[in-house]
């Protein structure tokens, strides 16, 4: 007991040494570089099904990736998942308690003792899952992060694109369903190189993305496929690529657009309409990685701290009078099978251990090789 009091103490002083990065800490923000600390400022702001119903979110200057452009957020990710997981931050949460099986039993095998960090933990549901490892979370959302710091864990307000934990600093990390809110392919190696680095040789990582292949297709309808007015806020080396360009707005995006394959198919007045329909909206839900999900927050939980009023009011939220909530729209790139293995093949020192496809998730395990 003693012992791992003394080493749950020299992991939190090592934790706190940011390279100038602010830290969220035991009810506080550090920030490294200044010396410095404050209060967190906290905001606290079914139809929220979700693939496999698991977590959302969520650098080494060594890293071949690393660059000002990497590491500085678009706008994108401003406004549709940082804002959008601050305001919805309790409702959330509430909904963020069953423990993933997969991720449950790889916490389950590692080896007493063993540091283990959670980049992107969202309302910390894995932290301390396996009594005999020492747990360290951070997420993006200093909303979710005071979730955590009230339930006891111990957390840091981080960025998945810079970690501030120095170089083989724990034993294993896991970041579940985090990378697909990463807007450019730069930005999701770069959150996997972090993962790498903040491990020790021999350590692994478990990575878990959402999932093209939808298992429940049904799900995709009530997506919005993004348009080329909002590729073109974060277009640029490693984007995504590109639509057509379009004039549509985001309330008038079809469910599904034309394959952005371009190809447009000849109808003869016999041929049924509904097949056609059909055809093109298998061809697009294949081509299609970029996503608006709508979360619905309740109108009676929306108003705690006004920030669903603000987001209504600059048009980053909408009201839904039927089902009584306010709809916020959260950025997803959606992962196709293979396009994690893409990403890590890049990285010299990991290799993939295991990879599978569950509860409409694309999974790997990484282990750390130098």
């Keep these: 007991m003693v012992h791992n009091i003394v080493k749950a103490s020299r ?13 969220a800490f035991s009810g506080y923000v550090f920030d490294s570089g200044l010396n410095s600390m404050k209060s967190i400022n906290t905001k606290v702001a079914s139809s929220n099904a979700e693939p496999g119903d698991i977590d959302s979110i969520s650098g080494s200057e060594n890293s071949h990736t690393s660059s000002t452009s990497v590491q500085s957020t678009p706008e994108i990710e401003k406004k549709y998942v940082h804002h959008v997981y601050d305001a919805i931050a309790p409702h959330f949460s509430s909904t963020r308690f069953a423990k993933w099986p997969k991720v449950a039993s790889f916490l389950s095998s590692l080896p007493s003792g063993s540091l283990v960090l959670d980049a992107g933990c969202g309302n910390g549901k894995y932290l301390g899952l396996n009594p005999d490892c020492f747990f360290i979370g951070c997420d993006i959302s200093p909303s979710l992060i005071k979730i955590c710091l009230d339930r006891g864990h111990e957390v840091l307000v981080a960025d998945a694109v810079n970690l501030p934990y120095r170089t083989d600093f724990g034993d294993a990390a896991i970041s579940i369903a985090v990378l697909h809110h990463l807007s450019t392919e730069n930005r999701r190696r770069k959150a996997i190189e972090e993962l790498v680095r903040v491990v020790k040789k021999g350590g692994l990582v478990l990575i878990t993305v959402w999932a093209v292949e939808q298992e429940d297709r049904s799900l995709l309808s009530k997506w919005t496929p993004l348009a080329q007015k909002y590729v073109e806020e974060w277009i640029g080396p490693g984007s995504p690529r590109a639509r057509a360009p379009s004039s549509v707005t985001l309330e008038s995006i079809p469910e599904y657009e034309l394959s952005s394959s371009g190809e447009h198919m000849k109808v003869s007045d016999e041929c049924s309409t509904k097949g056609i329909q059909e055809v093109k909206d298998e061809n697009n839900a294949k081509n299609q990685q970029e996503y608006f999900v709508p979360w619905h927050l309740p109108y009676h939980r929306a108003e705690i701290s006004g920030a669903s009023a603000q987001a209504l009011a ?10 009584g909530a306010v709809v916020y729209n959260r950025y997803y790139h959606v992962f196709s099978e293979g396009e994690l293995e893409r990403l890590v093949s890049g990285i010299n020192n990991a290799k993939v251990v295991d990879r599978f496809f569950d509860k409409s998730n694309w999974c790997i395990i990484l282990e750390k090789t130098l």
């Design 314 to 323: 600059n048009g980053l939220a909408t009201k839904d009078d039927k089902k």
């Design 11 to 23: 992991y939190i002083h090592r934790s706190k040494e940011a390279l100038g990065f602010p830290i």
